[in-house]
Structures are given as structure tokens and as C-alpha cells.
């Protein structure tokens, strides 16, 4: 019985983080009336989450990063009047009107990307950190993000929250500034419904 019990677990360590990877491979269609009775119970979902995505998730991430890792620090896309290209970074041309450097979905492994290229405007766009909304640290994982961002040769830092960033949702604007700023005087701004003035540009 142990031995069945040990052969068991290990099997389900190995299936059940490939479920959401193999459900992906369906028709979107089919793969939503899979989950829809998933969802539909709050017991079934957190199990699901526990024993499938979760793990998929980090597995999926750990595996991008090994593989993504000299693309993101050594490379770029590159957005101009001719149009987009891939270029190394050290082939970029030193600015010579107003650049913006954006970057997003890095949840919280910002840090991987190094040191970014030079500009007068770095943008997150969005999804900085980790959709988690029973995590209490939201104030914590922004200074970790404000002191990354800081770290960037651009003049100008702005945040954009996306639709992981729910630490955001919970904490009010002062808060967000103390966070990601502190005492610091260049500054991170945040925004949110607003325009931000850089230079002639809105």
C-alpha cells in the first residue's frame, strides 16, 4: 500500500501541473467547457489552482527564464518610422529624439532584465507584479519594483498597474508613492486615469 500510495503521488506530481498546458493546446471553446464546472465550485477551483496551475505556472515561468534570459538582456525590439525590428542592444543608436523605453508583464522578475537601454522615458506597462490578492506584502513587493526602476538610466519613470498588479487595487495613491518612492528624490510616478506631462509631450 505505501508503495501504491508513493507510485500515486509522484504520478499526480507529474499529470496534474500538465493539465493547463495540455488544455491550452484545445480550442479555446472546449477548453472553457472544460473548466466552466471547475470554476463554478469555489472547492474544486482552489484545488485546481493548488494541484495544477500553481505548479504549471511556476514550472512555465522558471522554464521561460532559462530560456528567455539572454534574449531579454541582450536584445530589444525596436520601434521606429520604418518600422519594428529585433536589434541587439548595443546596436542602438544614441537617442536623438525624445525615446521611451517600455517594458511589462515582468511580475516580479524585473530584475532578469539588467540594465535597460538608454532613453528619456521608461513606461511599465502593466503587470508588475503577481496576481495574488491574500498577499499583504503589495508595499514591500513596490519598493523591490521602485528601487529597480530607479536603478534605470532614463530621466522619467512611470508605472501603469495591469490587470496582476491587484496589490495596487488595495493600497491608496499615498501609499503607492511611499512604497515605490520612499524618501528617494528621483521618482517613480504611478499612474492611473491620469495624462502625464514629459516635456512638450502628453
Known sequence: LSRMTSIAVG????????IPGLL???????EQRFLAPIRS????????????????SALRT?????????FIREQCIWVEAHGVRVVDRRELPAPTKTRFVVVSDTHENHSALGQLPEGD????????????????????????????????????????????DASLEKLSRREIDDALNGNALDRVTYCENE????????
Not at 41 to 56: E, G, I, N, Q, T
Not at 195 to 202: A, E, F, Q
Request: with cysteine; aromatic share 6%.
Open 41 to 56: 465550485s469555489p472547492l474544486a477551483h482552489a484545488a485546481y489552482l493548488r494541484l495544477c496551475w500553481f505548479p504549471y
Open 121 to 164: 522615458v521608461l513606461i511599465h506597462a502593466g503587470d508588475s507584479l503577481r496576481r495574488d490578492s491574500k498577499r499583504l506584502d503589495g508595499p514591500e513587493r513596490l519598493r523591490n519594483l521602485g528601487e529597480w526602476l530607479r536603478s534605470q538610466p532614463q530621466k522619467t519613470k512611470l508605472l501603469i498597474g495591469g490587470n496582476h
Open 11 to 18: 504520478a499526480g506530481l507529474v499529470v496534474l501541473p500538465s
Open 24 to 30: 491550452r493546446l484545445l480550442p479555446k471553446p472546449v
Open 62 to 70: 522558471s522554464l521561460l527564464q532559462a530560456w528567455c534570459s539572454s
Open 195 to 202: 495624462g502625464v506631462d514629459v516635456g512638450s509631450l502628453r
